[in-house]
């Protein structure tokens, strides 16, 4: 078997990470197997239709690395790959179905349905259709027609019997064919549903594997007695479970959670994580990572690495959470495994959203020690703010000293730190932390430079976290260093 595999989406809004979950199994499996993954664009429901969506979920997918062989911007063998540019081929496969008894119209107005719709529920049955359109004599049909009543294509499910569908994760799961209506195929404004759609689509595009999530499966049966009627060999059926939401309860939802009761950020677009600071290398690992295990107990792995051992029939099909504290933890292996200018160029354009200027040579000198510190690239804003802006001094001499730096010894202290950058040659980091870890030693009580240092930081940078005190300097520059000192010292002298 040749695998082709597709990711179709809708283009009624921002791209879901549970959709981005469900694009990269496709794409890993297709890449597995050296086959082929599509991207086709299922815009059937036009009154949804977001402008611009299209186009972004597309960006989306992009700056996750997933590429498609075939799709609607670069073409392929089987296109279009827009479903209303395929209209109709889908009103051509329904005309067959009429044909073959295997369809019908149905002329069915809104008064008509509501009608139905609640005489079937006082009965307790929630199929919303009475089939009352089923089995109307050819003139009846025809006469109806000829008055310009509008109707919808319906599918004749089976009445009796049941409909088993094979699921690559579940096996065969077996459905009464009772509890089923006779579902609309085609609308009357001529366009498909996504019943008649997407198995036109997928057998003439030879999908191998419609890889969807499990809130499918529960109308597969039609799709099943679709492809029988049209007599197509059917592709493998994979229904990915649910993700739900990171309390266990309910589906991830689309609307945006805020904070789990951790406190960690709930993301569940896929531009809040390409905003959020993550690399795309990292959420990929992660969702990699949700329903699968690469094994030998390793979470942290490339996708090529993914590839050589992914396979569709080993992922679970229990429900599972998305753990986003894990996410964090990848991210930072990510960025600690980053080369200095990579992470400078990748901080900076954060820092400047945050109206933060701050020159690439002063980020390459910090971004060594940063790499360790970061969970993700937002996070440099509060380490870096000493760098874009004038931050406030402390509140007084006092709050610059130590129980091993008394006033008079921090003075003294400063003083001299102050002096010594001020003439120091060349300013680098092996001379500024050689003079200022000499000076600590000198005025501490106890002799170790570390109270010095601390405090040294503080009155450099003007907060209490930031990257280390020999970095900061060098990256602040000579100038605004002494400026800062100098502004130190006058506190210190009016004491």
């Known amino acids: 078997m040749t695998v082709r595999t597709r990711f179709a989406p809708s283009p009624t809004g921002y791209l879901h990470i549970g959709g981005v979950w469900a694009a990269l199994f496709a794409w890993l499996y297709a890449r597995r197997h050296g086959g082929q993954f599509l991207l086709r664009i299922e815009d059937t429901d036009t009154k949804r239709t977001v402008p611009g969506a299209l186009e972004s979920l597309m960006t989306s997918l992009r700056w996750f690395g997933i590429d498609w062989d075939e799709g609607p911007d670069i073409g392929g063998p089987y296109g279009p790959y827009i479903q209303t540019q395929r209209k109709e081929l889908y009103q051509t496969w329904a005309n067959w179905l009429i044909e073959n008894d295997y369809a019908y119209k149905c002329f069915a107005t809104a008064e008509e349905l509501a009608e139905m719709r609640a005489a079937l529920e006082a009965k307790g049955d929630r199929s919303g259709y009475d089939r009352r359109y089923r089995d109307l004599p050819a003139e009846k049909v025809a006469e109806l027609e000829a008055s310009g009543r509008e109707y919808v294509v319906r599918f004749k499910m089976p009445l009796t019997g ?34 008649l759609a997407h198995v036109v689509d ?192 402390p509140d007084s001499a006092e709050a610059l000293t130590h129980k091993q730096l008394p006033l008079e010894s921090a003075a003294a202290a400063f003083r001299e730190a102050r002096d010594m950058l001020a003439e120091l040659q060349p300013f680098t980091l092996d001379e500024i932390s050689a003079k200022l870890m000499a000076i600590g030693e000198k005025y501490t009580v106890n002799g170790k430079a570390g109270p010095f240092l601390g405090q040294m930081r503080l009155a450099v940078t003007g907060q209490q976290v930031s990257p280390p005190l020999f970095e900061s300097v060098v990256a602040l520059g000579r100038a605004r260093v002494v400026e800062r000192l100098d502004q130190i010292l006058a506190l210190f002298e009016a004491k």
């Open 162 to 195: 049941q409909t088993v569908v094979p699921d690559l994760l579940r096996g065969d799961v077996v459905f009464d064919n009772d509890q089923f209506t006779d579902y609309v195929l085609l609308k009357s404004n001529g366009l498909p549903t996504y019943h």
């Open 202 to 393: 997928d057998h003439f595009m030879e999908i191998s594997h419609i890889t969807r999530g499990v809130e499918w499966l529960n109308t597969a049966p039609i799709h099943v007695n679709l492809f029988k009627a049209f007599g197509w060999e059917m592709p493998v059926f994979v229904h990915l479970p649910v993700i739900l939401n990171p309390s266990g309860k309910g589906k991830l939802s689309k609307r945006h959670q805020a904070f789990t009761e951790d406190g960690t950020e709930i993301l569940v677009r896929a531009d809040e994580f390409m905003e959020g600071g993550y690399l795309p290398e990292a959420v990929l690992n992660f969702l990699a990572n949700i329903g699968w295990t690469f094994g030998d107990d390793v979470e942290k792995f490339t996708m090529a690495e993914a590839i050589e051992r992914f396979d569709l029939a080993t992922v679970s099909s229990a429900p599972t959470k998305l753990p986003y504290s894990k996410l964090d933890w990848l991210n930072g292996q990510y960025i600690q495994e980053m080369e200095p200018l990579a992470l400078a160029q990748a901080v900076r354009p954060y820092l400047e959203a945050a109206g933060l200027e701050v020159n690439v040579e002063a980020l390459l000198v910090v971004m060594p020690p940063m790499r360790v510190r970061l969970k993700r690239f937002t996070d440099a804003i509060e380490f870096l703010r000493f760098l874009g802006e004038e931050m406030p001094l």
